[in-house]
């Protein structure tokens, strides 16, 4: 291509044609950013809460671009200790426990893009091929529209034989139940589930 023939003569055009070149690469660059954000897995320790505890809930999240649903994850594993659970969290990535057998409980948090899960949930999901009718919670984060992906998630669940146990939707912008601190609301949903 011969850039002289792209490049305009008036100066007016050509700020217009470097500002349009500009938008394009930006919007590019953030599109490759939240693109792998969202699909990306991510590896992470594993944190256990409550190691003396008797039954086992093994809490698999997406971790996202924030902190928000890392947090609302732990307060749901702080709720679950007060019943003696013992938690183990990580991210939805390869090296995440697939031994669903030793677990007595399975949550699985995603935030929302674009009203659907994070596809590293599905993909865990798919690697452990069969659910065996573990007791299965959803959590999903999102700012304040969650459109379906709730139900996606519960598809998700049931097409490897698990079971819903409970859904939970946390909100970052959009006002959370009785207007309560979403931090809160996910240490009693914590707190509601029993061995
Ligand atoms: C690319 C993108 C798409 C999103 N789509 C939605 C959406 O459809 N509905 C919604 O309520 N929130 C949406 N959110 C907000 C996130 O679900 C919300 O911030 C979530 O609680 C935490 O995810 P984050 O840590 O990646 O921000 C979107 C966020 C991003 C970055």
């Known amino acids: 291509m011969d850039f002289k023939k792209v490049w305009p003569e008036k100066r007016w055009k050509k700020i217009i044609f470097v500002s349009l070149v500009s938008i394009i690469i930006v919007s590019f660059i953030v599109s490759i950013f939240l693109y792998l954000g969202i699909n990306s897995d991510v590896s992470s320790e594993l944190i256990i809460v409550n190691e003396q505890g008797t ?3 093994l809490l698999i999240y997406h ?3 924030s902190s928000f649903t890392k947090d609302i994850s732990i307060a749901y594993a702080e ?4 019943n003696d659970w013992r938690i183990i969290i990580t991210t939805a990535n ?3 426990p697939t031994n669903i057998s030793e677990y007595d409980l399975l ?3 995603s935030p929302v893009y674009g009203g659907a899960p994070s596809p590293t949930i599905g993909r865990y999901v798919d690697r452990l091929e069969d659910l065996e009718e573990t007791e299965t919670v959803i959590i999903v984060t999102a700012a304040g529209s969650p459109g379906n992906t709730v139900q996606t998630m519960q598809e998700i669940i049931e097409q490897n034989n698990g ?3 409970s859904n939970n ?3 970052t912008s959009a006002p959370n139940e009785g207007n309560e601190s ?3 609301l996910s240490k009693i949903a914590g707190s509601e589930i029993f061995p």
Do not use: K, M, S, T
């Open 55 to 57: 039954a086992i809930a």
């Open 63 to 65: 971790p996202g671009f």
């Open 79 to 82: 709720g679950l200790e007060l």
């Open 94 to 96: 390869e090296n995440a």
């Open 107 to 109: 949550i699985l948090a």
């Open 163 to 165: 079971v819903n146990n």
């Open 169 to 171: 939707v946390l909100f």
């Open 182 to 184: 979403a931090i809160v």
